[in-house]
């Protein structure tokens, strides 16, 4: 059973930044595709970005241009780096990672809290 485990989240203010990792162990099968989703109060869970294992990315219209997201393979581990963050981005964030089986897993979810 791959194992995902997740940082980086807390409160911010308006404005600033955070960058999430996540990383994922106990994998039998190639991963394909890693990314975030994000849940807010009362709403349903949502993509954020995802990256291919060659390095093709795709992202939310809500956070294009303000996150960014990446992988290190030799890591297997997922990272975005959140900037110019609303107050809208609160939310819980939640690792997602597809093996070539495409079998899904998700981690445990971080907060992140963004204060006007």
């Known amino acids: 059973q791959v194992q995902l485990v997740e940082s980086g989240g807390g409160l911010v203010q308006a404005g600033g930044s955070l960058r999430l990792s996540c990383a994922a162990s106990r994998i039998i099968f190639s991963i394909n595709v890693m990314g975030w989703y994000r849940q807010a109060p009362g709403k349903q869970r949502e993509l954020v970005a995802t990256?291919?294992?060659?390095?093709?990315?795709n992202y939310a219209d809500s956070v294009k241009g303000r996150f960014t997201i990446s992988r290190d393979n030799a890591k297997n581990t997922v990272y975005v780096q959140m900037n110019s963050l609303k107050p809208e981005d609160t939310a819980v964030y939640y690792c997602?990672?597809?093996?070539?089986?495409?079998?899904?897993?998700w981690g445990q979810g971080t907060q992140v809290t963004v204060s006007s």
């Open positions: 990256v291919t294992g060659g390095g093709r990315t």
């Open positions: 997602n990672v597809r093996d070539v089986r495409a079998y899904v897993y």
